[in-house]
């Protein structure tokens, strides 16, 4: 059961000596992120708020747009994740042009194209943007913790980053037309399939990525081996989880039904129909963030919010179908002891078993002849409404539209995955303030430690993390009467999301 009251969420009311820090939105989520913080006369943190200003228009300027145009638009939602709103737009449109069947040939082009997005975005966060803070420590000089200071310690590392990247963006070119914003998915199908050719091109690396890959979990695991009581208390909070679960309890990424447990591994719903999802979530809305909260309805938002991604996946699974990867899952749960692991920082080794289990679904596919032929789409019965629910790298990802008789869009209504793990981003926060705020002065090192605590999650806030330059993430520190005393932005630490995902 996940905890009961949201402690440092609003400040107690004290005649007005405690100020809420107003913020100012500029943008979706990419870019703009700011965490505020109010003390009390003891210097005592009172009230800590993640901020993500959101401002996300799709939902509206879809409306009106032929139904057929959607998979392709909705990707300018994110340059980091396009190849998951392209497909999950493309699996609700599937049902309105009666398509729930797909060819062998359609559905296992789009599940190649998926697992290299899994791949490509596993590696870019884990090589690009956390292991500096990983390998170098929270508190290292900040001047190194960027990937280039990985290169110049650890040139092997960052090489096998790059080319893991690389690989999985490769992989979406050829299943998509282009590396970002590509067209390969339409409402019933895809549009190509792939040469024997392109297939025999990837099949010669995929050996290597696979390796790669099981060196990143061993890296992962030595970390966490290395620093045991960091990585099992950092920012821990207890939660619910949520994913969707492929036939048998398989983890699978682009397809199943919904399943929830609670925080101690209990089964709250399973096998919930992705039409249905709107019976198991609902949103909750808080006056200081334009992101929603949302929480599993039967349950209620004080206790029903949850985590999403792949420290969910990999323990809401019972079985990962690959077998380096199941291997690795199961130490992870070995790991937890019988309990549910909900530390942030296990985020990483999670992530690193799923980026495996994407290689190793890739080799497999690769393999599979109804690549490159056979019906590329079907249609049946139309309908005037469909749901496509995915596994984003970042956690579940839910489109959902209705269609009029003139095939145009009348309703669009999108709930990503950093939607669903805001409320334990805020936690993380709280607890990672309340541990290494000293209550006097706010330093580079508290920042960055806010920092990992939120990257660790991999939020479309991290559209926000891979800018290049200064992250926009801002601390303000105020006394108790609401007097701002510190003001820190983040130090230069990351890549572009444009330039990344080019």
């Known amino acids: 059961m996940a905890t009961t009251a949201f402690p440092l969420e609003t400040a107690p009311t004290d005649g007005g000596s405690l100020r809420r820090v107003a913020l100012d939105p500029l943008s979706r989520v990419e870019g703009h992120g700011k965490v505020t913080l109010l003390l009390d006369d003891a210097g005592q943190v009172q009230q800590a708020r993640l901020h993500i200003v959101e401002f996300r228009g799709f939902e509206k300027f879809i409306q009106g747009r032929p139904y057929w145009e959607v998979p392709v638009m909705v990707q300018r939602l994110c340059g980091i994740c396009p190849v998951s709103h392209h497909l999950a737009a493309a699996k609700a449109l599937d049902h309105v042009v009666g398509a729930d069947d797909l060819p062998p040939t359609a559905e296992k082009l789009r599940r190649l194209m998926h697992a290299g997005q899994i791949l490509q ?26 990937i280039v200071g990985i290169a110049a310690a650890h040139p092997e590392i960052a090489r096998q980053g790059v080319l893991l990247r690389r690989f999985g963006q490769e992989v979406i070119r050829l299943t998509a037309g282009k590396r970002v914003h590509g067209t390969g998915a339409v409402p019933g199908g895809v549009n190509r399939a792939l040469s024997r050719a ?25 970390l966490h081996a290395a620093d045991p009581g960091l990585y099992d208390e950092f920012g821990t909070c207890r939660s619910n989880l949520l994913s969707i679960v492929g036939a048998g309890g398989v983890l699978d990424f682009y397809e199943g039904r919904l399943r929830a447990r609670d925080a101690d591994g209990r089964l709250l719903a399973d096998a919930v129909h992705s039409r249905s999802y709107a019976e198991l979530i609902g949103e909750e809305v808080k006056p200081w963030s334009y992101m929603k909260f949302p929480f599993l309805t039967a ?75 056979g019906e590329l789409r079907s249609s049946g019965t139309r309908h005037h409404e469909g749901v496509g629910v995915i596994e984003a790298p ?79 993430l801002q601390v303000e520190l105020q006394d108790a009467s609401g007097r701002v005393i510190g003001r820190q932005a983040a130090a230069p630490t990351c890549l572009s999301s444009a330039a990344g995902a080019a």
């Open 198 to 222: 392109e297939r025999t091109e990837l099949l010669g690396e995929i050996y290597q990525i696979i390796a790669w890959s099981r060196q990143a979990v061993q890296l992962v695991k030595r």
């Open 394 to 472: 970042r956690g579940t990802l839910i489109h959902h539209y209705r269609v009029d008789d003139d095939d145009l869009v009348t309703m669009c209504n999108l709930i990503v995955s950093t939607t669903h793990n805001n409320q334990p981003m805020n936690e993380a926060v709280r607890r990672v303030a309340q541990r290494y705020l000293n209550g006097h002065e706010l330093t580079e090192s508290l920042l960055n430690h806010i920092e990992v605590a939120i990257r660790c999650f991999d939020p479309c806030l991290s559209c926000a993390t891979h800018a290049l330059g200064r992250m926009p």
């Open 121 to 146: 975005s596993h590696a870019l966060h884990f090589f690009h943007l956390s292991s500096p803070d990983l390998l170098f420590g929270f508190a290292s000089d900040a001047g190194r913790r960027n």
């Open 299 to 373: 349950i209620g938002p004080q206790e029903g919010w949850y985590k999403v991604g792949p420290l969910a996946r990999i323990q809401n699974c019972d079985v990962i179908a690959t077998p380096l990867a199941e291997a690795e899952r199961r130490e992870f749960i070995a790991h937890g002891g019988g309990r549910i692991v909900h530390a942030p920082l296990a985020y990483h080794w999670a992530r690193m078993i799923e980026m495996l289990h994407a290689a190793e679904a890739i080799k497999d596919l690769l393999h599979d002849d109804d690549l490159s032929g």
